[in-house]
DNA sequence: TCGCAGAGTTTACGTCGTAAACTCTTGCAC
DNA sequence: GTGCAAGAGTTTACGACGTAAACTCTGCGA
């Protein structure tokens, strides 16, 4: 992983298989993904092997070679596959909600957010938790930031702008009380100024408000699924709702519980 | 790790080391645990391995099975060994601040948290970030909670204490506001009632309270770490100042800007 | 029909954790 | 002092792992 790398691979719902053997070249990366997923929640990360993998296919492990660079390659691979599914859900879930109820949807999101990474926490750890060196890591930024060929990388950009998206719109249709640009720290203040899709469109006292917002929220779900939380809960719902009513009420919105389907 | 287990492993620094045997023995454990950490900040995890420990020290591999049953109980003892001296850190930053500052103490003890945070990454990451199977993690865990026995465990309830001390010392020399019992879920509301020591002489608004302080402050420092923040800020430390501040209008106490000593 | 590219196998190397049997050394009881 | 048991460390071995290199088979297109 110390060289550049070319990380291609297949996004999962390929739009038009071609020839026959593109088609039973996609099943197998398909194959592969979805054990490895199976693998990772079974066994944990050290179980996701390239000789399990194989095994499992009825193959030998150096068949894997001729549709991943590496076991890193994979395991990229398979991060972008959790976000994207974390993304689509997200963004389904908002889209039940009416279109012009932000904030509704922005609990939605929140809680499906949540519900994800309770019933996905292998998958969870796998996006959210220690950088994995060489597919998700610090090593494998750029200099810029984000690596936009890394499709874990990617894939994490597309999720993040789902938020960032309600965030926006929330400020456009009902604007919150928000720190004046003069009453932050200008060393603080001069990093506001992010290039991300959507966040020029709201005052830096509002960025300010969306990452302290997203840094609660990954707090208490990563100590939730990390099991930190359990010398303190033993069911973390309520505490949850806690913290989304006190987000509310910081963007001026009202806290509606959660309306429960089984 | 699935068969209960002695975690028989010593304290660092043993008072009395009686014979010359257990001073030998005691500076071997001394050794395999510093060249451990040693390989764990320059490579990894996976770079800690017995056999490149016991390569370090001249010896071979299996001799290190006299000092830990198993890679998981190395582990684990480092583990234990990285709260120790994070909670002595905290602890003495404490002690540096006049005792009956209890709003100084809890901003220092916060930044020396970030701070030791930030300079021992690979530490943090093992203490604080994806559960490390038979480590650590969700199997190390009774039934009751924490396992007494697992050096891990107890390290990390003493390093709880202390900001569970600081909290319950500012509580009582001036109450901030809090939810009130009855504004409190009825469901959240049950599940305050740790038998964490200190925790029963405050309400349990305030309990609610420090845990979400808590969750707040994991979230900033391990987003932080993890390089989950890189794509907005260059340096976080304004951020987390901004944080801060935020947790002392809350808590009621007057913020104060770090004193910049080099 | 030829040939070639793609898919998969075999073999091999060096890594790892760790179990079992062995040897050398040390310290204590007599 | 002598003997002996316990402790410390080694040797050898097994079965995992990632992956490199060379090989074989198969199916598609010219």
């Known amino acids: 992983m110390t060289e550049a790398q070319v990380w291609a691979a297949p996004g999962e719902g390929s739009p038009e298989p071609a020839s026959r053997r593109e088609r039973v070249r996609a099943a197998a990366y398909d194959e592969i ?20 993998i194989a095994r499992e296919m009825g193959m030998t492990a150096p068949a894997l070679y001729r549709y991943y660079e590496s076991r890193e390659h994979l395991l990229a691979d398979m991060c972008a596959m959790f976000f994207n599914e974390l993304s689509d859900m997200i963004q389904a879930a908002c889209d039940a909600e009416a279109d012009d109820d932000i904030a509704g949807r922005l609990m939605v999101a929140s809680r499906a957010f949540r519900r994800w990474s309770h019933e996905h926490q292998a998958e969870f750890t796998h996006l959210f938790g ?18 936009p060929n890394n499709p874990a990388h990617a894939a994490g950009i ?105």
Chains 1, 2 share one sequence.
């Open 158 to 262: 597309r999720f993040g702008a789902i938020f960032m998206r309600l965030f926006v719109a929330l400020w456009r249709t009902r604007p919150f009380p928000i720190p004046a640009d003069d009453q932050i720290a200008p060393a603080l203040r001069s990093q506001l100024d992010w290039n991300l899709p959507g966040a020029e469109e709201i005052p830096p006292g509002a960025r300010l408000l969306f990452l302290s917002a997203w840094v609660s929220l990954y707090g208490l779900v990563t100590m939730d699924v990390f099991g930190h939380l359990g010398w303190a809960l033993k069911d973390s719902a309520p505490f949850f709702e806690y913290e989304l009513e006190q987000l509310c009420t910081k963007l001026g919105i009202a806290y509606a519980p959660p309306t429960e389907e089984l």
């Open 33 to 52: 993904r979805s054990i490895g997923r199976q693998l990772l929640a079974t066994e944990g990360l050290g179980g996701v092997s390239l000789r399990a």
């Open 130 to 147: 220690s950088p994995i060196p060489g597919v998700f890591g610090p090593d494998t930024y750029t200099p810029e930031g984000f690596d």
